[in-house]
């Protein structure tokens, strides 16, 4: 059994892996690790260079059903005490996965792990949230999140960046570093594959949070997720992720609460497609999220 397997899907993003692939190698630490990429794609160029450059990476190829489906695929061929489910357009940038191993190894009640990420510009990113609820949808939609000394039911993010230098517990973390306890993950059964993608993450934590683990900030690695704003501005992936959001809902919450829960969703998405919100692009995917929550449009991927 290895200490540590890590899982990258790439869907049509082998243009990533190189520095993926590198950065994840020299921060190792050390650990006893097996590497899976799971070409998600359709044009087979992340199966060419993996099989071409990198001996030490085991390539899966899969046909496209979706995010968490690809990770579970790979989950089933792996044999490790930990595993690492890492996006592609991700840079390590300094710490080792040893020292977060290790952290894990130190507290057995830790059941997955985020870490400290940087954007595209370099900035912290918040990426610890609490679950999804009626307020935090309806504070996020009026902008109230970012208030100093928000209460926690008014948002959904842990906006104060300074938290991010210190180890923390919440709800859940972004997919795209998640470090989980291979005996938790063996607990709650991966990822719901009925999640094309978004919201799997959140899934996945509520039901290890339900399960009695905890999950934990560690600000003792830090990446780079140049891909963090990306859903924003991208009308098709806005619809996805609203799609998304309401299908976690159907899931998790009784008849009423979705109703309000959707409520606060197409307010939010309403107000973000109005000027002088954000720029336009960013007003055109608010306005696709907003059709999708309405039910006039459908999503890219179910």
Partial sequence: MHDLAVIVVSTDQAHWLPPCLATLRSHLGGLDAEVVVVDNGSDRATQRLVEADYDWVRVLVRPNRGFAHANNEALATVDARHVLFLNPDTELVSGTLADVVAELDRDTAIGLVGVRQLDARGAVYPTMRNFPSV????????????LPARPAWLGERE???DRYETSFEADWTIGSF???RGEALAA???FDDGFFVYSE???LCLRLR?????VVHLPTLTILH?????????PRMSRQNAYAQLQYARKHFSRATRAAFRGALLLRYA???LPPVGDARRRAAARAAATLVLGRSEPPFA
């Fill in 201 to 203: 993450e959140v899934d």
């Fill in 159 to 161: 906006t104060r960046l």
């Fill in 210 to 214: 339900a399960a009695g683990w905890k």
């Fill in 178 to 180: 998640m470090l989980v």
């Fill in 135 to 146: 307020t935090r949808a309806l504070g996020d939609a009026l902008g109230l999140e970012r």
């Fill in 271 to 273: 107000l973000r497609s």
């Fill in 226 to 234: 140049h891909g963090s704003t990306v859903r924003s501005v991208d």
């Fill in 188 to 190: 709650v059964g991966g």
